[in-house]
Each structure stands twice: as C-alpha cells, then as structure tokens.
C-alpha cells in the first residue's frame, strides 16, 4: 500500500529524516515509533506530499502522489487542525465534502460516528467549545468520514483518557479487520508494544529498528525479569548479575546476564522489599530500544547503534 525509500530531509544544517525506509500493507497496523524530535511529523509530512522530500521516494500501490491517492488518506495531524469557531457538525460535513462524499451521505455517516463516540449532543456546539479530547474525537471522525485506504495518524492518542484510549484501539482493530493500512506514530512504547503489527523506530532521523514486533522481540529476547515491589527498590540496578535496569517508582524491569538464574535473584531481593509480582519474561520494546539506541549514563548517551531490520 505505501512503501517509502531513502527518505531524507534537512532543513538548514539539521538533517531531520535521514533515509528513512519502511512498507505497509493493507490490514495492517503501523507503529512510526521515536522519542519527541525524533523525525516522526517530518516522515508523516512527506509521505502525505505536504513536505518535499529532498531526496528518496513515496509510493501508494506503486504509484506516485496524485489528486486521486489524496482521497483514499484519512490523515490526523499531531496539532489541532480544526476550525475553532465552527460547529462540530458542520465541520466534520465540511472535511467530507473536501474527499468528494456528497452531503446525503456524509450527514448519515457523520451521526453515525458521532454516535460512536458520544458527541451527538455535542454536534451544534463550537470546537473550540469541547475538551481536548473531544476535539481530538472530532478530528479522528474527519479522518475516516470517506472511509480511506490508508489512515496516517500523528500522536492520535494525545489527550485522550484511558477509556477513549481503549475506544480508538477498537477502532483501530476495525479498521485492520477491513482491510485499510494504518499507521500511526508514536513515543509510548508500551502503547505500540500492544497495537502495532509491524513497527519502524527512529532516532534523530535515522532508523534504529525496524521488523513485526513478535520478530525483534524474538531476535532481542533476553533473560528478563518483572518485579513489582512495595519498598525502596533503588538497589536493585546494581545487584550482581543484572546487565541493565529500567526503574519506576513501584517496579522494575531487569535485564540479566547470561547464567544468571531468576530464583538467585529473587533471593537477592526478598527481604529488603515485599515483592508482589516476579516472572521471567521478554523484553518490553522500551529496553530494546534503549539496547539499541543507549541511554544516559553517567552523563553520557549511548553510541548510536546501527539499523537492524527484523523481518
């Protein structure tokens, strides 16, 4: 469905993409994963011809953008692209008829979405009006009014509850399950962790990870270990035999060293914090990246590693 090669942009003397490269297909789910400034909007702004590439290629189906690929994209910007003075309902209406729907339809396929997302008795009110998260609900809904091929999101879950949060995954499903492409981007881990079938991770514009998320997880499985905790667990990080840590306030991740067993880590731990949850299990997306990418420490940042594609 959309396949991007070399991808590069610079802008002054900062190279913001550098040759970025990544394919999606139909019914499939698409993580664009990378810490804030990562190159992320850059890459999404391209491959929707908002921005000009300064070098690589973008193709849908094998062709390149034209009038026609922009009306099988349903696109969510990361920033509020909404009129805010006005009406809900006539702003979804209006983003319709840009893709061609003529008012009939896109009156009963806006009640419908409206509906979904409990915003009927929001729809004569202005945007601006509505909380973050319903102006992000009304944002989605005018990315998918003219039922698209290709669905690019940019941060769509930011500002959302847990609960809408859980609402646009269903939806996300739905759409994989009808065959469109998705892809979104991201810089939750843990969230893409769950979602993505398949995921590209960069990192100051260059791609560090790419592959379906069973297969790096696959390829980066280590002996891991999850603890939760109640207790001071800052000693942990330094036990003998533990390779890294990734530490929060109640739990832990451990990566281990090899023919370090769990259970003589386990006894390293019990008595010193009441630990409530201890599995072995593999590693989160956030530790490989931070394998692969590095991480401060001791005021000095990992080499940046080079790109491993995981098919």
């Known amino acids: 469905m959309l396949t991007v090669t070399n991808l590069r942009k610079e802008f002054s003397s900062v190279i913001a993409v550098d040759r970025v490269s990544f394919e999606v297909g139909r019914g499939e789910i698409f993580g664009l994963l990378g810490p804030n400034g990562a190159g992320k909007t850059t890459t999404i702004r391209m491959a929707l011809n908002i921005l000009q590439p300064d070098g690589g290629e973008i193709r849908y189906d094998g062709e390149r953008f034209s009038e026609k690929t922009r009306n099988i994209i349903g696109y969510l910007p990361e920033e509020r692209g909404l009129y805010k003075k006005s009406k809900v309902f006539d702003t979804i209406l209006y983003f319709a008829q840009l893709r061609g729907m003529n008012a009939g339809a896109a009156r009963a396929v806006a009640y419908r979405w409206l509906h979904r997302f409990s915003?009927?008795?929001h729809r004569e009110r202005k945007v601006e009006e509505l909380s973050k998260g319903n102006q992000q609900k009304v944002q989605f809904i005018c990315a998918l009014i003219h039922d698209p091929v290709l669905v690019i999101l940019d941060e769509p879950f930011s500002g959302l509850d847990p609960v809408n949060q859980i609402l646009f995954k269903d939806v996300?499903?739905?759409l994989k399950q009808a065959g469109k492409a998705v892809v979104y981007s991201t810089h939750q881990m843990d969230q893409a962790e769950r979602l993505s079938d398949t995921l590209c991770l960069i990192d100051h514009g260059r791609v560090v990870l790419s592959g379906s998320v069973r297969n790096i997880k696959k390829r980066y499985g280590k002996n891991s270990v999850h603890i939760e905790f109640d207790g001071n667990g800052a000693f942990m990080d330094s036990l003998p035999g533990v390779r890294r840590a990734i530490m929060y306030e109640h739990s832990a991740e451990l990566e281990l060293g090899d023919g370090v067993a769990?259970?003589?880590?386990?006894?390293?731990?019990?008595?010193?914090?009441?630990?409530?949850?201890?599995e072995l299990?593999?590693?989160s997306l956030q530790s490989i990246f931070i394998q692969v990418v590095g991480m401060p420490d001791n005021g000095k940042r990992g080499v940046f590693a080079r790109e491993v594609n995981v098919k």
């Open 119 to 121: 915003l009927l008795e």
């Open 172 to 174: 996300f499903m739905e």
């Open 281 to 283: 299990l593999e590693p």
């Open 262 to 278: 769990g259970n003589a880590l386990l006894g390293e731990i019990v008595g010193r914090v009441e630990v409530r949850k201890f």
